[in-house]
């Protein structure tokens, strides 16, 4: 029986994995035990998953990225070309720290830029999105917008990823309409009932 997904004959898939239907492993790929990876994810070339990672459905991974051990990343997660993941704060050759790895949550529908970096033990909100080159080094906010070294908020942006433009604690986006509020005293923003 043919698998409800598509690996190319380059990459390899360890045993104790479970991919679900509709995703795309394309080539020189490594997919590790105990990966759960979810519908129609799209994992680009020469991509390394490390045990135990968890991907929500319709994840987009570009090519040259790893995702270490630890890493979690919801629904509708974008991972641009040769972003990387750490999983300890310390590592040393000699010491193996495996205990100490540290999670990162990357939630639903944020997006992580070309070669940003994310420090690990911190999360990236939803919605949020981190801008190439970018070192992520604390958590980033619902619908922030970061970039720099390190990575500090530079604006917020709507679900659809255009831009936003707060006037009076609210706003609407240019692009799809949706409105949000921020709240004044910890500058959270909230899609507007």
Excluded at 45 to 69: A, C, E, F, R
Excluded at 93 to 104: D, L, P, Q, S, V
Excluded at 172 to 193: L, T
């Amino acid at each position: 029986m043919d698998k409800p997904y598509f690996v190319h004959e380059s990459s390899y898939v360890d045993d104790g994995c479970e991919i679900k239907a509709g995703t795309m492993i394309w080539h020189f790929s490594h997919i590790m035990k105990g990966c759960r990876i979810g519908k129609h994810c799209n994992i680009g070339q020469n991509v390394v998953i490390s045990p135990d990672v968890i991907l929500g459905d319709g994840v987009k991974i570009q090519n040259n990225v790893s995702v270490y051990t630890g890493v979690t990343c919801e629904d509708s997660v974008f991972l641009g070309p040769s972003c990387v993941f750490t999983n300890v704060i310390n590592p040393r050759a000699f010491i193996e720290r495996k205990n100490e790895y540290r999670k990162t949550v990357v939630k639903k529908g944020a997006s992580i830029g070309a070669n940003a970096t994310v420090v690990c033990g911190h999360s990236i909100g939803r919605y949020a999105f981190v801008g190439a080159g970018s070192v992520v080094t604390k958590d980033v906010p619902d619908y922030a917008m970061v970039y720099g070294v390190p990575a500090e908020i530079r604006g917020y942006v709507c679900q659809c990823g255009e831009q936003l433009m707060f006037s009076d604690w609210k706003a609407v986006c240019p692009d799809c309409g949706r409105a949000y509020c921020m709240d004044e005293n910890n500058y959270s923003i909230k899609e507007a009932d």
